[in-house]
């Protein structure tokens, strides 16, 4: 595959390939390169024509915490003002993982995956299938216990989520669940 390149030169290709197939460190510092290349629009597609979202998504699953950490923030980025990246990461398995996070991470999974899944759940396609993944309660968790970061991607993904209207009712019924 030819080298696909970053507004500012990097290859992503090789950094997805890194992501993909190296040792744990390199997957850990590709993925952050990932995560501060989809900062910007254009990378954003050039990542996912370079292939970048499935690798994102089995780091998000089965990574090292801090790969989690980073990938989950990777997909974030990628999904943020980008539809076709939304669905694509839903379509390549990302919103459970995601899920789990929020759900079980650490601190900054939890902040990463909350953020990652606010952006999902901005695409109408992805509102059902967070809430079918489980998404609902941990996020109200979240936006009851968590720290200040995390109790603002959380409300912000429940909000989007609220767009459904299944999904207000399950929201309702979890947050009645938690005792709020």
Do not use: Y
């Amino acid at each position: 595959q030819p080298a696909v390149l970053a507004e500012d030169g990097t290859d992503i290709t090789a950094l997805v390939a890194l992501v993909r197939d190296g040792t744990d460190a390199q997957k850990e510092e590709a993925a952050g390169a990932l995560k501060v290349l989809a900062r910007i629009a254009d990378n954003r597609i050039l990542i996912a024509e370079a292939g970048g979202i499935p690798p994102l998504v089995a780091l998000v699953r089965d990574g090292t915490d801090a790969q989690k950490a980073s990938a989950a923030d990777a997909l974030g980025n990628l999904a943020h003002s980008c539809a076709d990246n939304k669905v694509a990461i839903a379509k390549a398995g990302g919103i459970p993982p995601l899920v789990a996070l929020v759900r079980d991470g650490t601190d900054e999974q939890k902040a990463s995956a909350a953020a990652a899944l606010r952006s999902l759940a901005m695409c109408d396609d992805n509102q059902i299938p967070i809430a079918q993944a489980g998404g609902i309660p941990p996020l109200v968790a979240l936006a009851r216990d968590g720290i200040a970061v995390q109790k603002e991607f959380a409300a912000d993904a429940l909000r989007w989520l609220a767009f459904n209207a299944d999904n207000k009712v399950a929201i309702a019924e979890a947050k009645r669940e938690a005792g709020i």
